[in-house]
């Protein structure tokens, strides 16, 4: 089974950067997809960024040229560089990791960001 560990959430103001660390149980490498969402209060989820096996980014509108993401296969972690912060990123950042074949899906618990004066 694996586990997928968030960190480095927190809060933030306006304008402030945070850098969220995703550690995995096992190697992630064998990973197809790994990608980073979000919920906040009453909305609906949503990716934010994703990375390939091949270190292909793709990012929500929202968040092109402020975020990026990326994998260190040596460490086992994905990151989610966050810059200009926006109260609007205000969320619940959760780490995924997916398999193509055969198809598995796995989340971490969660990580809170508060972009707040």
């Known amino acids: 089974q694996v586990q997928l560990v968030e960190s480095g959430g927190g809060l933030v103001q306006p304008g402030g950067s945070l850098r969220l660390s995703c550690a995995a149980s096992g190697s992630i490498a064998r990973f197809n997809f790994m990608g980073w969402y979000r919920q906040a209060p009453g909305k609906q989820r949503e990716v934010v960024a994703a990375?390939?096996?091949?270190?292909?980014?793709n990012y929500a509108d929202s968040v092109k040229g402020r975020f990026t993401i990326s994998r260190d296969n040596a460490k086992n972690t994905v990151y989610l560089q966050m810059n200009s912060l926006k109260p609007e990123d205000t969320a619940v950042y959760y780490c995924?990791?997916?398999?193509?074949?055969?198809?598995?899906?796995?989340w971490g618990q969660g990580t809170q960001v508060t972009v707040s004066s």
């Open positions: 990375i390939t096996s091949g270190g292909l980014t």
């Open positions: 995924n990791a997916d398999l193509v074949g055969p198809p598995a899906s796995y």
